[in-house]
């Protein structure tokens, strides 16, 4: 299984049912739509950039040999100051620091390396456009993407504040 099997596309409007069913799945909603149902219309509101307050944000669908298995995002904190201020105690440059997210929609692919090479993909694109650090937020209890983050060189700096220098 080589990384060079995954690839990650822009999340297009015919993808967006799919991430929509995925959020639906119980190992997923928990994570991704912890305060419910309104969070999940957020999510949605998000991928399809309702109001384009959005745009700093990069969706994509993970694909394994042409299957779509997962989704994953990667975003410019310095969009994002009242958050940043909030989950990581500082706010950013423009440019310098990106948070990313990920999931795995399809559990034949659960477990098996994937999130790490999603996780790697997401930081090749943010080394491209010049990035400096990448974030993420993990809930404590989410073991297998705290798991994942780590695999991938990534500190734990606190409770739900996991990062990387790039």
């Given at each position: 299984?080589?990384?060079?099997?995954?690839?990650?596309?822009?999340?297009?409007?015919?993808?967006?049912?799919?991430?929509?069913?995925?959020?639906d799945k119980d190992y997923i909603y928990k994570w991704f739509c912890p305060d419910g149902d309104?969070?999940r219309a957020d999510w949605l509101d998000e991928v399809r950039n309702v109001d384009s307050k959005?745009?700093?944000?990069?969706?994509?669908?993970?694909?394994?040999?042409?299957?779509?298995?997962?989704?994953?995002?990667?975003?410019?904190?310095?969009?994002?100051?009242?958050?940043?201020?909030?989950?990581?105690?500082?706010?950013?440059?423009?440019?310098?620091?990106?948070?990313?997210?990920?999931?795995?929609?399809?559990?034949?692919?659960?477990?098996?390396?994937?999130?790490?090479?999603?996780?790697?993909?997401?930081?090749?694109?943010?080394?491209?456009?010049?990035?400096?650090?990448?974030?993420?937020?993990?809930?404590?209890?989410?073991?297998?993407?705290?798991?994942?983050?780590?695999?991938?060189?990534?500190?734990?700096?606190?409770?739900?504040?996991?990062?990387?220098?790039?």
């Amino acid at each position: 299984m080589s990384k060079n099997t995954i690839v990650l596309k822009p999340l297009s409007d015919e993808d967006i049912n799919l991430f929509s069913n995925w959020l639906d799945k119980d190992y997923i909603y928990k994570w991704f739509c912890p305060d419910g149902d309104g969070q999940r219309a957020d999510w949605l509101d998000e991928v399809r950039n309702v109001d384009s307050k959005h745009n700093h944000f990069n969706h994509f669908i993970v694909n394994h040999n042409d299957i779509k298995i997962g989704y994953c995002l990667y975003l410019d904190l310095h969009f994002e100051p009242e958050y940043s201020l909030a989950n990581y105690g500082k706010t950013f440059d423009k440019g310098c620091a990106f948070e990313i997210g990920f999931l795995i929609g399809n559990e034949e692919y659960l477990n098996k390396g994937f999130g790490k090479m999603i996780v790697n993909k997401l930081e090749a694109k943010i080394i491209e456009i010049g990035g400096k650090e990448i974030l993420a937020d993990p809930d404590e209890e989410n073991i297998a993407s705290i798991k994942t983050l780590l695999s991938n060189g990534f500190i734990r700096i606190k409770d739900g504040d996991y990062r990387k220098s790039i």
